[in-house]
Structure formats: C-alpha cells, structure tokens
C-alpha cells in the first residue's frame, strides 16, 4: 500500500475499492474497484467470501462514477436499481501481475484489497463462454478462512454504521437512540449550542487501578471536538475549524441516523502494521492539497476514534456519567468504520503502559466511569511513555482555486496533444463564465465527462451524485419519449463561475443544456437546427445556414449561429416566453424539410451516415422535453480543445475555420467582440404569428 500511486494517464497498478450491498430486486454485493478515473463494478450475487474453495458469479456491470466511493443512499423505487444500497467495505486495492486495464482486457483480475473488513489476495475470472459472467476467488493467504462468513460477522456500513435493512427507517434509529440519551441520568434538554473546551489530563507516573476507571491507549491522534447540525458538520482542532480536511469523517458522520450530536476523539491514520503515523497523515494533507481527495481518502485513510458524547439530539450529556456517555457512543457508531468508538481495555494499568511502550504508542490514560465533563481534579489522568509526534499543519498551501472552488488533479493532462490540463479546462469556464451562466442558469444540464481526458472512458450524466457543494442542484425531469423505462431523469442545475468550476472539476467537458428552464420544464425557450457535416465540405453549410436565417427573418423570428465545435454548425432560435415542445419541434421540422426541397444536392435529413451521399444532414431531432444540446462556449472533448462559439453572421463565410475557436483562443474573443449569442433567449416573439406565416409559405410554394 502506499508503493504504487495511481499513474494519471497510464495503466492502472492502484487505487480504491468499494463494496456495495445492495437490495434490489435481489439482494447482491456490488464490488467496484478502480480503473483509471471511473469504477468497474461486479454484481455478485453471494457476495465477497474467505474461503478459497468458493467460486462466486460475479457478472461485470456498467462502469460507475469515481463519486460512488462513498455512495450510500435508499435508490427511490421505479428507477433503475431502485432499493437500499449501503457501503459494505471501503479500501485501498492493488494489482498484482497486470494493470486493471490489461486485466479487464485479458479476463483476469488479481489483487490485494485492504479495507475496514477485507483483506488478503482475490482473483476475478472471466468465464470463457461468457462476455459478462466472472468468478470471483479467494486466493489462500493468511486471511482466508473456512468458517468465518464476514457477512453475518460485520453486517453494517463503514460509513452509517446502519444495516442495510434500517436504512429507509434511519430516522427510526436515531429517534430511539435520542429517547435513549434523554433517559439517562443527569441528561439535560439542550438550551442552546455549547462550548466545549476538551481537559488536558494530568500526567502522573502511575495510574490507578480498578474496577471505577477506564484505562485507554493514548493514541497520539488529531484531537477533534465534532459537531453535526442537520447537514452541516464541524470538526475542530483546537480552535480551528478543519474540516475541509477530512470530508470522509465529515460525510461519515452526516450519514449517521442522528441528526445533531457533539463528540470528542481523535482522528487517526493507521499504517501498516495498525500504528498510528503523523508522517503518513502530513502525505494525506499533501495529496488533498493537490486536490487528489480520491487518493487521500483511500491510501491516506483515517479513523475517528471517538472518546466521548457530550450531547445527542435535544439532550446535553455533560452531566451523565463516562461509563453512560461511553455506552451510548458505542450503540450510536458500531465498529468497524471511519467512525469507531473507543474500546476501553480490560487490564490493569501497568500492562497497558508496558504494550504502549512496546509498540511506541504515545501513552496510557485512566478516566473515572462516574466522572461528569469536564471532570473535577485528579479524574482523568494519564502516563506519556513516547514523545507525542508534533501535528501535522492542517494548511491549504498554494492549491489551485477557481471561482472559490478547489480544483482536483489539476495538473492532469486532458488534452494529451496539446498538454492542456484540468487545470486549464476549469479555467477556462471561470473565464467564460460571465457569458456563459445566461445559457445554464435555472437551466437543467447533463454532463458528458471525462475523468481522465479525452483519450480515457467517458459517460453520459444524468443523476447529480452525492456529496455536491450546496450550489449545485438539481431538477427532476419526466423522460416523456421513454415511458417505457418509466425512468424519471435529474438533471444537473447551476447559476454561477462556481457551479461551472465544480461541474469542469468533476470531469466534465462538454456541457449539454435542455431547452427549458427549470421552472417550467414543459416551455420550449429555444430551437435548434442543426448542420452536420461528417466529411461535406463547410461551405455549403455556411450556404444553408444563411439561406434559414432569411427565412427566419421573413416569418419574425431571428437565427443565432455557433460553432458545434466539432466540424457543424447549429443554428438556435429563441422563442421568447416558449412554446410547447411540439410546436417548437414542428418549426423546426418544416423548416428543415424547405431547406432540403430547395437544396436537395447538398442537404438531406437521412440519419444514415451511409445513405447521405456526401450531403449535410440537416438534423432537427434536438429539439424535445429530453433532448439536449452542446452548450454556447462548452468546450468539445476532441483535439485542439475546440469550442462550441456563437459567431457574427458576417462571420459565417465558406473561409470559417471552426478549429480557430478553442479553449485557450476563445476568451480573448469574448473580450474583444462580447457574445454575439446573447440576445437568444428572453426576447420578445411571437410564435404563433411565426407559424402561420410558415405554413402559409409552405402553402403557397405548393
Ligand atoms: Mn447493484
């Protein structure tokens, strides 16, 4: 662990893995495991095993985002995969023999996973008669064992400590363990939020011994005072808010079923022989600080061991005795996970202190069971054996921000070419943005992204993932052209630099917009007709182009034109206050059908590539409550980073060069000629005037 990075571009020798279980319509484990920037995911029916003589069907499914590393949620019924999923096992993976690349090629996995329940050596097969079906094995290894089913032995997720089967009634679960903090005594209704200030211990040579006392290893961790409001979660170190620094405690501890509480404990990085390791925390500050939050939640894995509880739900514990706070801590946040309750050791004192010294651990502590916090003089006390490592210095340093936001992997290359990087992509859309937020504000959006560049996998994105900055939402859109699917879509809502930034930041190139807004997803604002040429010459396009916006004209309406940014042109049209989809899909269809009756040597509107002979394809179909369409100033995931640019019809001559408009060339453009674009939307227009002037020139051309 820890030897072999994650290489960017190259093939894939490490990363993480999750582990899923998932109760659809069957019950299965889902294991993903990391190639490049996405997850390739196994269904396996029985799930991951110890023992060697088993062989588990595990049938290869769609690739998931890199974001499902911490995906737990209730999937909503009547979508795909619709039921509780929970987070079964969460690591560090490592390929042994051939990258995850050539494996998934060849057929044949092998690996070491080291998470908070597996570990040792697994094998995954590809059966021979089979593109989708694999066997998984458990290599024998020190971990493999017979008799031990992990799955009946750890049952709960490492992130909510919830079984699978409490999930949809979480706020059940939380409700009783607030009756049950309110029933102890010296429990308070909580007035309002709290100050807490945690004791140092007194140190003394010698600890007492006995029945009244908790002796605990000192582990010499980040001490942290956490405390959940609703969804917001603060972690201090000291005085100082840290909690950017730890976003896997911090979603760890919103996923828990209570909503509000106050804890005390410290946040530990284990190392490879489970001792805990300031130096490998200050690597896990630096891959954050490079934005690399993957590799620092996963190789740079940390643990909350929480000591103590000083307040759940509406009640304050402070009165409560230790050994009470400490029993309800326990039954709050199970083991094992990111969130670990601290196991008091049986033991005299003197044997602890004697391991401590064996292990190089910090020290020993003895806190009286009846003690109230904070506790009087002489209750908590404890024995330094090594020096405590000094902390880490929880500091951002020179991260790259855009917009305010934290740019990850920003020195990725995308643009293998050219060298341009994720970096330059998120700059870009903050320097276009104040242009481009007219063409996504209140706007559903779907993402095509690219985790790693343009010469990686890529995937459509509908569906928002977990885990997003509060100011990127979402809105659910009615998939009307599918209801066979009965599959209601999300699209993705922004309104500023920053919601571009964090877009571009997960990956995304091209951005997709709907031609309505949010707030009223059945008007159709704008219509698209769009000029494809795969291999016709541009000319005639820019002939067809100019040709529509003369009729445009004649029956009130105004063309805009842009670049694809491939090698087409599209020409949108506002609509003002909007229209229904069909009227708007019917505009655009007659005009279409004019164009090719009176061009029919250059254009056409046969879909097949093969029957078009040469001529341009005179699309029309992007129009429709699903449909989407590249964005002004999206940039396109192809060579030279080229950009979807608005132009001056004075522009659009048979010398348009579209490869002139890129992502490094575009922004002094804007500077220089504004957005010619930018009175698409908004506008006033009369429809109906425009389509009874339409079809009475379509009446009158016979
Ligand atoms: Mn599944």
New binding site residues.
């Given amino acids: 662990m820890g030897k072999d990075p994650v290489d960017a571009g190259g093939p894939t020798r490490a990363g993480a893995f999750v582990v899923?279980l998932?109760d659809?319509t069957r019950r299965?484990f889902?294991l993903r495991v990391q190639v490049g920037g996405v997850l390739a995911?196994f269904?396996i029916p029985k799930g991951l095993t110890l023992n060697p003589a088993d062989k588990h069907l595990a049938v290869h499914?769609e690739d998931h985002p890199i974001e499902y590393l911490d995906f737990e949620a209730v999937i909503p019924k009547g979508q795909y995969?619709g039921g509780p999923?929970i987070l079964w096992d969460r690591g560090t993976i490592r390929y042994l023999d051939k990258s995850a690349e050539e494996g998934t090629a060849s057929g044949k996995l092998d690996f070491i996973l080291d998470g908070f329940k597996l570990h040792g050596r697994y094998a995954l097969v590809r059966l021979k008669s089979s593109e989708k079906d694999w066997l998984l094995l458990k290599k024998k290894d020190a971990f493999a064992s017979e008799e031990r089913d992990l799955q009946a032995e750890q049952p709960a997720s490492v992130l909510s400590g919830l079984r699978i089967d409490e999930l949809e009634h979480a706020d059940d679960r939380g409700a009783a363990l607030e009756k049950r903090a309110g029933a102890l005594s010296g429990a308070k209704r909580r007035t309002s939020a709290f100050e807490v200030h945690m004791p140092k211990p007194e140190v003394h040579a010698k600890l007492p011994a006995g029945s009244d006392w908790f002796v605990d290893v000192a582990l010499g961790g980040v001490p942290i005072r956490a405390t959940r409001d609703g969804e917001e979660v603060v972690l201090l170190l000291e005085e100082e808010d840290v909690t950017a620094f730890y976003p896997d405690v911090a979603r760890a501890i919103r996923a828990t079923p209570i909503s509000a509480w106050t804890a005390a404990g410290e946040i530990v990085l284990f190392d490879e022989h489970g001792k805990p390791s300031m130096a490998r925390l200050r690597e896990r500050l630096a891959w954050l600080r490079a934005g690399d939050t993957v590799r620092a939640t996963t190789e740079g894995r940390v643990v909350f061991v929480m000591h103590d509880l000083l307040a759940l739900g509406a009640f304050d514990l402070r009165a409560c005795s230790l050994q009470d706070r400490r029993a309800l801590l326990s039954a709050a946040i199970p083991y094992p996970g990111i969130l670990r309750p601290l196991e008091p050791i049986d033991g005299d004192p003197d044997a602890v202190i004697a391991f401590c010294r064996e292990h190089g651990l910090w020290g020993a502590s003895a806190k009286k069971k009846s003690s109230h916090f904070p506790p009087s003089q002489g209750q908590w006390q404890m024995t330094e054996v090594s020096p405590r490592e000094p902390f880490a210095p929880h500091t951002w340093g020179p991260a790259v921000r855009r917009a305010g936001v934290m740019v990850k992997n920003a020195s990725k290359v995308f643009w293998p070419e050219e060298g341009y990087t994720k970096g330059d992509l998120c700059a870009y859309y903050e320097q276009v943005a104040p242009v481009m937020v007219r063409y996504v504000s209140g706007r559903p959006l779907v993402l095509v992204r690219y985790p790693d560049g343009i010469a990686g996998k890529s995937f459509y994105q509908w569906h928002p993932p977990v885990g997003l900055p509060s100011w990127v939402g979402s809105v659910v859109v009615k998939d009307r052209e599918h209801t066979q699917h009965k599959e209601n879509k999300r699209a993705f809502l922004i309104d500023d630099a920053r919601g571009l930034v964090t877009l571009a930041n997960l990956g995304c190139i091209p951005m997709h917009i709907l031609a309505c807004l949010a707030d009223a997803l059945d008007t159709c604002d704008f219509f698209t007709i769009d000029f494809d040429l795969k291999g016709a010459p541009l000319p005639n396009a820019v002939r067809l182009a100019h040709r529509l916006r003369e009729w445009l004209g004649e029956i009130g309406l105004e063309g805009f034109v842009k670049t694809s940014g491939q090698s087409g042109m599209h020409v949108l049209v506002g609509l003002g206050e909007g229209s229904s989809f069909a009227v708007a899909r019917g505009l655009a269809d007659l005009l279409g059908h004019l164009l090719v009756r009176e061009f029919p040597d250059i254009s056409t509107m046969e879909r097949v590539i093969e029957k078009r002979g040469g001529r341009i394809y005179v699309d029309t179909g992007q129009t429709g409550p699903t449909r989407t369409i590249v964005c002004p100033y999206s940039v396109r995931a192809v060579p030279h980073a080229t950009v979807s640019t608005p132009l001056e019809w004075r522009e659009v001559t048979p010398k348009l060069d579209p490869k002139v408009f890129s992502m490094k060339t575009v922004p002094e453009r804007i500077e220089k000629k504004g957005d010619p674009m930018k009175s698409l939307l908004g506008g006033a227009v009369n429809v109906a005037e425009a389509v009874a002037r339409l079809e009475a020139r379509v009446r009158e051309s016979g």
């Fill in positions: 899923h998932h659809a299965h889902d995911s269904a499914t995969g999923m």
